[in-house]
């Protein structure tokens, strides 16, 4: 019978302990080899995930100026008044907010011709405000500065995009206009777009009152806000409700997905192919936990047998090879851990990172360590029960 009571508990894990302690020291070698294994896999683990962890922080400062910086709110079935100058004032009042306003596809494509002789080419006709226009990053090349639209609305006038004047040889500063859909124009200015929004380049662009009066209801209406980046997604909620509270434009978010999701996932597979590889090389150890242990007590038959003979039960037996274990884990866990911290430091310094550690990690991979240790000595614990202590001493 055991003494389970809490001294007798604690005295009998106090031998078993020193016991187990004892024979890895005995045998460095054996202690070795069944350390390098989980060793090596916890040091993986380690090193593998703070990489990723700290990979992902640079991929996303990486992807941080290519997050959506636009927000383009869009309705298909627009009323001819457009969007209320208080929801409006109240998107480009928004702290995150640079510039906001109006940069609706009126039409899609409009014959445009410099005189009305020479064949009309098909170009998209824009609608915009000046907040719209600069919102996207629109700036005026030649003519008349690009925030006057609004104040020459009631003026038969528009805005080329810097493709458009070229392919039609036209010049504001000499005078010149263009026939949009039967009717002339004066131009006013000539405008360059940045990438993103290229099309305006190649687009002609009116005041709302202008391209009511002339040409009659939109295709869309697009509302456009530009904002900082990684403010698009809430921008896009408040605007919503700002700009159509009662949902009669149906308004719609279209704004190009944040390259946050790339970002995420690509930092995200590298914590996955990092946890993959230190748990391959834990289950590696694993097994080569359970062959070496397997050896020492093919090769401690005679000692395990005399401890069977002394009244040691196979409990105790089998608890004595995986308190070794145990040990042997428990120290591969934090020597690995150290490994791997260390390499991650390195490498993050070779490449001038900022190494980013989670304060988990180390105590969940000497603990993943440990389990792999005892997973792998389950068998050989098995065999060390059922030795016999006639059958050992003849050995």
Do not use: K
């Amino acid at each position: 019978m055991g003494d389970w009571t809490w001294a007798g508990v604690r005295a009998s894990t106090g031998t078993m302990l020193t016991d187990a302690f004892r024979t890895l020291v005995a045998r460095p070698g054996r202690t070795l080899a069944m350390m390098g294994g989980i060793g090596l896999g916890v040091a993986s683990a380690t090193s593998a995930v703070l990489i990723a962890d700290t990979q992902q922080v640079q991929v996303d400062r990486a992807f941080d100026a290519q997050r959506s910086s636009v927000v383009v709110l869009r309705a298909d079935t627009p009323p001819d008044q457009g969007f209320s100058e208080g929801g409006a004032a109240a998107v480009a009042g928004l702290g995150p907010v640079t510039r906001a306003g109006e940069l609706s596809v009126w039409r899609e494509t409009a014959l445009l011709s410099p005189n009305g002789v020479v064949p009309a080419v098909g170009m998209p006709m824009v609608v915009a405000d000046p907040g719209g226009l600069a919102a996207v990053g629109v700036v005026t090349r030649s003519g008349v500065d690009q925030s006057a639209i609004d104040a020459m609305g009631d003026r038969p006038v528009a805005w080329l995009g810097e493709q458009v004047a070229e392919r039609l040889g036209i010049d504001p500063v000499s005078a010149g206009s263009v026939v949009v859909d039967g009717h002339r124009l004066g131009v006013a200015g000539v405008v360059h777009a940045a990438p993103g929004f290229g099309y305006l380049n190649s687009s002609v662009i009116v005041s709302r009152d202008l391209a009511l009066r002339f040409f009659g209801r939109g295709a869309t209406v697009r509302f456009v806000a530009g904002v900082r980046p990684g403010a698009a997604a809430a921008v896009a909620t408040y605007a919503l409700a700002a700009l159509d509270p009662q949902h009669q434009l149906a308004l719609a978010d279209a704004t190009q997905p944040d390259s946050r999701i790339v970002a995420t996932a690509v930092g995200g597979d590298l914590r996955a192919m990092g946890l993959a590889l230190g748990g391959f090389v834990g289950f590696i150890g694993m097994v080569a936990i359970a062959n070496t242990l397997s050896m020492a007590v093919s090769q401690r038959s005679r000692e395990l047998g005399l401890r069977s003979a002394m009244g040691w039960g196979r409990r105790r037996l089998a608890s004595l090879i995986l308190v070794e274990a145990l040990v042997a884990g428990a120290l591969a866990g934090v020597v690995g851990s150290g490994l791997g911290l260390s390499s991650a430091f390195i490498w993050c310094r070779a490449h001038d990172w900022e190494l980013i550690v989670n304060p988990w990690l180390a105590p969940t991979v000497i603990a993943l360590g440990v389990v792999a240790s005892l997973l792998g000595a389950l068998v050989p614990a098995s065999r060390a029960a059922s030795t016999s202590p006639l059958v050992a001493m003849r050995s």
